[in-house]
T-cell receptor
Framework: DQQVKQNSPSLSVQEGRISILNCDYTNSMFDYFLWYKKYPAEGPTFLISISSIKDKNEDGRFTVFLNKSAKHLSLHIVPSQPGDSAVYFC?????????????FGAGTQVVVTP | NAGVTQTPKFQVLKTGQSMTLQCAQDMNHNSMYWYRQDPGMGLRLIYYSASEGTTDKGEVPNGYNVSRLNKREFSLRLESAAPSQTSVYFC?????????FGPGTRLLVL
């Protein structure tokens, strides 16, 4: 039973516009949430994270929002660039110190068009 | 600083053959992990090692064994490969903090 769900397998967005990726989870014990980006034939790379004590974390063009009551988080990319075309994975962890043993969503393929 | 390295990059096995996937990290991380990625499934944790000398099962450990050889190296062994183990395998490490992933090993079991 998948505890982290990304219901949109793909997303197409124009260059310069906002990309919004969504993620839902079922386990109320999750304390840390992360987004990873993956290019073909490469390993996932860490993008941004948020802990359950916050509702927003921003890093440059990337912002993650967390709504604990709805068990929902989202990743906003503004403005979208061609290099953002990749698969984005949402991940969550119960660990409070090691951030280990991540539960991953199935991923969302983002395509940024000129 | 190579980060997390994995060997081999690609392997074809016949059903019943055995093999060991190698992983090494040079970031002095305490924890190491093995995941598999299948289409439509995201990444699933096979085994992890919270620190040198310890290993524990993850979500999908059946058919696999691991060895934490030292702080740097964490290997994954398939004793008798099955077609269901066809997948892309990723090794990762963490400090604590976010996990850093290797480039993956693509395994095909015929």
């Amino acid at each position: 039973d998948q505890q982290v769900k990304q219901n949109s397998p793909s997303l197409s967005v124009q260059e310069g516009r906002i990309s919004i990726l969504n993620c839902d989870y079922t386990n109320s014990m999750f304390d840390y949430f992360l987004w990873y980006k993956k290019y073909p034939a490469e390993g996932p790379t860490f993008l941004i994270s948020i802990s359950s004590i916050k509702d927003k974390n921003e890093d440059g063009r990337f912002t993650v929002f967390l709504n604990k009551s709805a068990k929902h988080l989202s990743l906003h990319i503004v403005p979208s660039q061609p290099g953002d075309s990749a698969v984005y994975f949402c991940a969550a962890s119960e660990e409070t110190d090691s951030w280990g043993k991540l539960q991953f969503g199935a991923g969302t393929q983002v395509v940024v068009t000129p | 600083n190579a980060g997390v390295t994995q060997t081999p990059k690609f392997q074809v096995l016949k059903t019943g053959q055995s093999m060991t996937l190698q992983c090494a990290q040079d970031m002095n991380h305490n924890s190491m992990y093995w995941y598999r990625q299948d289409p439509g499934m995201g990444l699933r944790l096979i085994y992890y090692s919270a620190s040198e000398g310890t290993t524990d099962k993850g979500e999908v450990p059946n058919g696999y064994n691991v060895s934490r050889l030292n702080k740097r190296e964490f290997s994954l062994r398939l004793e008798s490969a099955a077609p269901s183990q066809t997948s892309v395998y990723f090794c990762a490490s963490s400090a604590p903090g976010p996990e850093y992933f290797g480039p993956g090993t693509r395994l095909l079991v015929l």
